[in-house]
């Protein structure tokens, strides 16, 4: 009989039994949990700001547009976006572009830029408390400002640009018109995104203070559905091994009365609490997000977030962390996790030593509440309750299987495999893992509808194959890779560098190679920083200076990654697992003269693969400057505009995309 895989008991590795592995596996044993705290106390964090945060007295602030008359927002601080908090507040325009839009306290600009992605055109003032205060998507600066902005646009022959200035340079007074606002950027309508920072880049959420007049909010958040979710591999939920979703069939109670869910929820084990939720101010139907929520467990604070303060650039992408990031990507539900996981190092949370992780103990209840909240003090709770019950093996079986079958998937540090199993038999039969020459026989934690479910801990030692009946799976190429620590993964086709920060967690990475598409792992697993991808390709790329890495999609898109070459292999950065491909980019950009006239000039342009990299107008061999819309693919002039040559006679406009590839494109204005 072959020698057996170093593995865990049927339900929980021991607590003597697991640093042994960790440390076989190089890694730092975790502190095992204890009982619950008697109060809580913040999470601890590195990114602690240094130095106490100036006091912001109630009314402080200007309200930046319509100061002084109703208005309306279109996103609140905090709320979960693709890859990060939403950092301040959107406030609508009228759905139109250049209202004015005034400094929000006395200060002085310190920063603007211009870009045709991102913030757009984007302001900074800095305000003697030390706290400074963001404007973006602007259309157009006002001023001075404005005109030393072109002034170095002309200087640099370019449109996108950044400047600083000191204290003294450009002032400004309170309600004083410092931009016009507008639609530029990554904005996907005409808005202002306003944010309040401190001296450390947080984000602070400017409702905090008291709030505005001007935007009044006595809606409480709703509740759309809530999760309980097994977090160790000897949990259950409802009996089985993942997360239970529960959503209300009926409205909250009156006189904010909230939710209650009448079933008891059957737990046992490290369970943790999820949300999904959303507030709205008055007059409006677009959906906020929650500001805070707790939580209570018989009667006792278990748990708190407040989404009023996030270090910018640093802890805005830990949302991937907060959220439940691989839920969303799967089912489309975007849930808020009310516990801390692993990776995240945020300062928001008050929890005790299981950071949120609620521990169900078999004949106990455990009576919960949840209140959402939003900055103007509305509440919602919800009320259910957790009996606490002791895993046992069942089985119910179905006639629709007829035939076995064997697929699994990766939970945190588990392999969870199920079977589809006809087998009449009272107990179903075993899945064995495989490691070279030595195997592992694993029974099944529960049987539902003829489908045998597998729990295993991968801390245990990594499996090359699995078994069931006559159905073999191999899986992919994969390893242990530890979080905190720079570590490198290398096959015959590709290279993968980590850094301290590329991973929130330790990771079971797995990848693979055919036909020219290589596959890094899974795109609902996140990363934090970047992550360094090297590519082998199999033959030697003909145009190397035209190849790039681009990630590809089963439905066919592509986006530019790029990439530098080194002999053979070709290296870049990367911000998501996912599929990628070598790309050659041989033709060169477009261009057509959409509009030209006393009101300027406007080109239509495009690339077909890598995308445009840069662009130059000269008007009788004279720079004139354009203004670049990624939105709509349209370099234009614009009227304020005194600087450049008169858009009149023969010009070129030079373009280049990110391969290389250059077009001059002659007309005569």
Not at 503 to 531: C, E, M, N
Not at 542 to 557: L, M, N
Request: with cysteine; hydrophobic share 35%.
């Amino acid at each position: 009989m072959p020698d057996k895989l170093i593995a865990p008991p049927r339900r929980l590795l021991s607590i003597s039994l697991l640093p042994l592995f960790l440390l076989f596996l190089g890694l730092q044993p975790a502190s095992c949990g204890g009982q619950e705290p008697d109060s809580l106390s913040p999470a601890p964090t590195p990114e602690t700001p240094a130095g106490p945060r100036p006091a912001v007295p109630n009314g402080y602030f200007l309200f930046p547009i319509k100061p002084g008359k109703i208005n309306f927002l279109a996103a609140s601080m905090g709320e979960l976006r693709p890859n990060h908090f939403h950092g301040g507040l959107d406030i609508k325009t009228d759905g139109r572009v250049d209202l004015p839009v005034y400094a929000a306290a006395d200060g002085y600009i310190s920063r603007l830029k211009q870009s045709s992605f991102g913030y757009g055109n984007v302001l900074y003032i800095t305000h003697p408390n030390g706290l400074t205060t963001v404007y973006g998507h602007l259309n157009h600066f006002q001023g001075a400002t404005a005109a030393e902005l072109l002034r170095r646009q002309y200087e640099k022959q370019s449109y996108e640009l950044e400047l600083f200035f000191k204290p003294d340079q450009f002032p400004v007074k309170r309600g004083e018109v410092v931009a016009l606002s507008g639609n530029t950027g990554g904005s996907a309508g005409p808005h202002l995104h306003w944010e309040v920072r401190d001296a450390q880049d947080h984000q602070l959420n400017p409702l905090q203070w008291g709030g505005f007049a001007e935007i009044q909010d006595h809606v409480a958040p709703m509740l759309q559905a809530f999760a309980v979710e097994a977090l160790g591999i000897e949990a259950r939920v409802q009996g089985v091994f993942g997360k239970s979703v529960f959503v209300p069939k009926t409205p909250p109670l009156p006189n904010g009365g909230g939710y209650v869910w009448a079933d008891t929820i059957s737990a046992f084990g490290s369970v943790g609490l999820l949300v999904q939720g959303f507030d709205r101010f008055d007059g409006v139907w677009n959906k906020n997000g929650l500001q805070r929520v707790e939580i209570q467990v018989n009667g006792q604070p278990f748990y708190r977030h407040v989404v009023d303060d996030v270090p910018f650039p640093e802890g805005t992408r830990q949302v991937n962390q907060h959220m439940d990031y691989e839920w969303r990507f799967m089912q489309g539900r975007q849930f808020e996790k009310l516990f801390v996981d692993d990776g995240n190092d945020l300062t928001m949370y008050t929890t005790g030593p299981e950071k949120g992780r609620l521990r169900v103990e078999d004949g106990k209840l455990y009576t919960v509440e949840i209140l959402l909240a939003d900055s103007y003090g509305n509440t919602t709770p919800l009320r259910f309750v957790l009996r606490g019950k002791q895993p046992v093996y069942y089985k119910t079986r179905s006639a629709l299987v007829k035939k076995p079958a064997l697929r699994y998937d990766l939970s945190r540090n588990l392999l969870v495999a199920v079977a589809a199993d006809p087998d009449t038999a009272a107990t179903s039969g075993p899945l064995t893992l495989f490691k070279g020459n030595r195997r592992l026989t694993l029974r099944p934690s529960y049987t539902v509808l003829s489908q045998n479910t597998y729990l295993y801990d991968l801390r245990a030692g990594l499996p090359d194959s699995m078994q069931f009946g006559g159905i073999t799976k191999r899986f992919d190429r994969q390893a242990l890779i530890p979080s905190g620590r720079d570590f490198a993964f290398t096959t015959g086709n590709l290279q993968l560098g980590f850094g301290p920060k590329t991973l929130f967690d330790t990771l079971f990475v797995q990848t693979s190679y055919k036909a020219g598409i290589w596959t890094v792992q899974q795109p609902r697993t996140p990363l934090y920083h970047s992550l360094s991808l090297t590519l082998r390709p199999e033959t030697e790329v003909a145009d190397k200076t035209r190849t790039a890495i681009y990630s590809v999609t089963a439905k066919g898109g592509r986006a530019y990654v790029g990439g530098k070459w080194e002999g053979n292999s070709i290296t870049a950065p990367i911000k998501a697992f996912g599929q990628f491909k070598l790309l050659t980019d041989t033709i060169p950009p477009s261009a057509r003269l959409l509009r030209k006239g006393p009101a300027g000039v406007v080109f239509k342009v495009g690339d077909d693969l890598s995308g445009l990299a840069s662009y130059k107008l000269e008007v009788n061999g004279q720079f004139h400057l354009l203004r670049f819309e990624h939105k709509n693919a349209t370099l234009f002039s614009e009227n304020s505009d005194k600087l450049g040559p008169p858009l009149r006679g023969p010009a070129t406009l030079y373009l280049r995309d990110q391969a290389g590839n250059e077009k001059a494109v002659h007309v005569v204005l």
